[in-house]
């Protein structure tokens, strides 16, 4: 019949292997990129998100239970070694200051008319009273001394807007500004459980901040956490990493992404260990 004809007519059977010729030169080809990318080098990396510490920053943390009286500074303001961040009230001590001047003042004269009337006895009595008093005014002093909390070096402050809690209560310990040193900066890598165990000091990275994204930054792991915290609901370690050089754009807090350099290796590998990684979690998760 007609049909039949046509399926074996030579011009029908011409254009079906040409077809399937064309699928298999197709797929031939995708197999030569796939291999080539397989067996291209590249370096493994971890990538995880980064922000920017100050360099041995510092607490400013209350050092007796009591109110604030005054806070004057603004997290991103620069500050002065010794300078007055904020105090807190003074009343009950600068009371307890003049009590203590008072007494001292009254047993210094029993003191002298100790001497006066050389009775060795009277006057041991009255110079160790007199000494005592003392003391308890130097202590009295020293806390007066304290209630004014000072910037420990030149720096920035990173936190605590305390200017709208005058009058606040505060506990002794609480922290209430953090300060860090103006130019010295370290990056915070928050690196995922499953990566950490490929990091070790002294490894190479770059990372990359949105405030000033047409660079990026060197560093070296410098410091890996011993142990995790949470973040958004996941376990990170902390991973600090010194920045080789430094811009005027940096910022404590600055938020951006590091990426680790661990080891050069073929494309394949990186892509079967990441593949190998997320099914071993998976298959833990549904068998176990």
Known sequence: ????????????????????????????????????????????RVVAPARVEGEGQRIIAAPVDGFLLSAALRPGETVQAGQVLLALDDRDLTLERGKSNAEIAQLDNLYREALTKDDAAQIVIARSKLEQAQAQLGLVQSQLERLQLKAPFDGVLLSGDLTQSIGMPVKRGQELMTVAPDLSFRVVAEVDEQDIAALRNGQQ??????????????ITVTRIAPMATTLDGRNVFEVDGRIQGT?????????GVVRIDIERSLQGWVWWHRASQWMRRTLWRVLG
């Open 247 to 255: 811009t005027a754009a940096l910022r404590p807090g600055l938020r």
């Open 1 to 44: 019949s007609g049909r039949i004809v046509d399926a074996v007519s030579p011009r029908r059977g011409s254009a079906a292997l040409f077809r399937l010729g064309t699928w298999q030169v197709g797929g031939a080809a995708a197999a030569l990129v796939l291999l080539g990318a397989a067996l291209w080098p590249v370096s493994y």
């Open 205 to 218: 990275a770059q990372v990359l901040f949105g405030a000033f994204a047409q660079e990026s930054l060197a």
